[in-house]
């Protein structure tokens, strides 16, 4: 077993969790785990898995990633370019393209000069059918126009009166919404909803700030397995434990006194946080930082 491992290994049995906890926090298959723990990588795909589950495995048992690296560097392996064989395949396609695209740019310019030819002719059969005809019932139907100018007439009246009752239906609106303003305003207020906003996030830290709220409940619940620890502003935890959807698969504390609630959570992925009721959107996408610490910070409701 090497130092990194034995460290690793070290820290999750202080923490109580069992390398089938880590494999679920994680995603990271059991024998990768133990792989890592005797410091065995040949069983892994390659250097950069290697690499990607050591840090994986460092967050989630709440280690920084980086010292890791730093501190156990002659034991972990370089990355190395691995992918270069499917650059080179790539470059290879990209070429194979570009010679089957030579033959198509010679015909492409004959295509277009037949689509041109079509277009024109089409256009040309258009006009000679709508406007020449046109021109000939015109001619034939002189009596055509006595007929339009009736209707026209007829229109602009039809206009006038659709106007005249417009403004009267407009006026008669304006009064209503004058009444309905003035009793408005002899009604309370109505009170604004909460807002729960970000504030900062860097790294796995994410700050957030909690307005006009009556209360301040938080309430955790998972959908797999994590470890949590809720605690306020001067560091007290009030729950701090595992989350299962076999065992106890929510927690819910009572903030409404505290003005600070600090939440680490070890496995952002299957665990939702809840501030009264409203689900807190991660800043950091869980996806890409598994274990976060969360601040809301109480603002004070103005009188």
């Given at each position: 077993?090497?130092e ?5 290994k ?6 109580n ?30 250097n ?35 992918d ?11 070429k ?49 126009e ?8 007829e ?56 307005k ?9 619940v ?7 620890n809720?605690k ?61 610490n ?8 103005t009188?």
């Amino acid at each position: 077993m090497t130092e990194l491992g034995n460290r690793l290994k070290e820290a999750r049995l202080a923490k109580n969790l069992s390398l089938d906890d880590v494999q679920s926090i994680t995603k990271i298959q059991k024998r990768y785990l133990i792989g890592i723990e005797e410091g065995n990588y040949s069983s892994m795909p390659g250097n950069f898995y290697v690499r990607a589950f050591i840090k994986q495995y460092s967050e989630a048992l709440q280690l920084d990633p980086d010292e890791i690296f730093e501190t156990y560097k002659n034991e972990i392996p370089a990355a190395l370019n691995d992918d270069l064989p499917n650059q080179l395949s790539r470059v290879k396609t990209r070429k194979n393209i570009s010679e089957g695209n030579s033959k198509i740019f010679d015909v492409l310019p004959k295509i277009l000069i037949g689509i041109f030819i079509i277009g024109a002719a089409s256009l040309l059969y258009y006009f000679l059918t709508h406007h020449v005809g046109s021109k000939s019932n015109q001619t034939a139907n002189p009596g055509n126009e006595q007929v339009k100018f009736a209707k026209s007439a007829e229109l602009e009246k039809a206009k006038t009166n659709t106007t005249d009752n417009a403004i009267k239906n407009s006026t008669a609106k304006n009064n209503n919404s004058a009444a309905m303003q003035d009793t408005g305003n002899t009604q309370a207020a109505v009170p604004s909803p909460q807002e729960l906003t970000v504030v900062q996030s860097v790294g796995k830290n994410s700050s957030y700030e909690l307005k006009n709220a009556d209360k301040f409940v938080l309430k955790l619940v998972s959908k797999g397995k994590t470890w949590v620890n809720i605690k306020n502003g001067s560091g007290r935890s009030f729950f701090s434990g595992t989350l299962t959807t076999t065992g106890t698969s929510s927690q819910t504390v009572d903030f409404t006194k505290e003005d600070k609630a600090v939440i680490v959570v070890g496995n952002a992925i299957d665990t939702d946080i809840y501030v009264n009721d409203q689900k807190l959107e991660y800043a950091i996408a869980p996806t890409s930082v598994v274990s976060q610490n969360v601040t809301i910070q109480l603002v004070p409701k103005t009188k």
